[in-house]
């Protein structure tokens, strides 16, 4: 799964601001009590996606990220991803004030479907039930006052495929109980409604569902069929990784677990055991318990002078792996790191130059966790 699929979904996903829409319409008039039915929206996601984006709070990080000192540096990611651009626009549609509506929404998620594709996914929303009426009247504020929508059925369910204006496109709609999914492609939503029907969803799958904790606010979290980084597994198939954003004015942080069967516990274990050591004056690669803490041992007693050397010392001297590097000097040689560094880094290498990357996993129990921070230079 390329996460640059995520950062650049605002292009072209005209569907998904739509969905925003959707979501802000039917909760404005909710009070809290009414808001949001008891749903497992993993439930609702075929076992077959590639990556999940899942938020409560999409206004809170639209907010956050500008205030950030490295904004400017991530500018592409910025501005074309969905979480930044939404709120400018939905207000076209809805004839709401956007101030305070993040609120309204508690959770979004969105599948991924196909990697090569910004059109191939689902957007899930949490919503109090009720018909969908309101979605004809956004689709008619953005498209024109004669959208009306085909009904099919697909195993007893009922999909609404609206035309959307003069464009090429369609949008399937499946309304439920406590929740309204969305696609470009009904195939996607026919999907959706096997997963349901057949209890295919992401909620049964062995490796995903240990996944499925209780996160406090204003979370954005990615799942990936991925290891925490490409080194340590070949086959991702089985390979679940979390990377849960946080930021600040200066750093930028992704924390998290990997998820695998059993089975596959031993193989982690040895490719982090035969990675090799790696020392240069902009990176660093150290694995194996003893010689990581002897590493970050040395950095404590030298003079922290430069950004590298303060974030090699912060890392942990428990970890069974770590990583520094200026990423200026990885994008210069990306096929040399790229083994260390999840893929959805070095798709989008250019765009992180101005960062030093300090990153860990830990062993405990048999499950690994892994931090990646973004520590900003400039």
Known sequence: MKFRTVVKIGVGLSVLLFCVGVAFYSFISLTDAEKGKDVNMFALIPDDSNGILDTDNIGFYTSEFPRTSYAIDLDTLHHSELINNI?????????VNTHGLSNQIKRLIISFHNSNSTND????????????????????????????????EYRGRKIEIFPLGKTANFLSVLNGEGYIVVSYHKALIERVIDAIKDGTSLANDGVFSKLQIKKSANYLTFY??????????DDNSHVWSEFELHLNSDVLYLSGSMYEPDSCLQDIRTRLDNIRNFYTDSVVIVSGREKVDSCITNAFSKPKNRIFDQCLSNLSKEASYIMVADMDKVAQEPELYSPYIPKFICDNIEQFRSFIISSQVTELNGKYSHIYVFTYKD
């Open 224 to 233: 990936g069929r991925m290891a925490s980084f490409p080194l340590l597994s």
């Open 87 to 95: 709120f400018t626009d939905i207000t076209k549609y809805t004839s």
């Open 121 to 152: 996914v689902v957007a899930y929303f949490k919503i109090a039930g009720g018909d969908n009426k309101f979605v004809l009247d956004i689709l008619r504020q953005k498209y024109g006052p004669d959208i009306y929508p085909k009904t099919e």
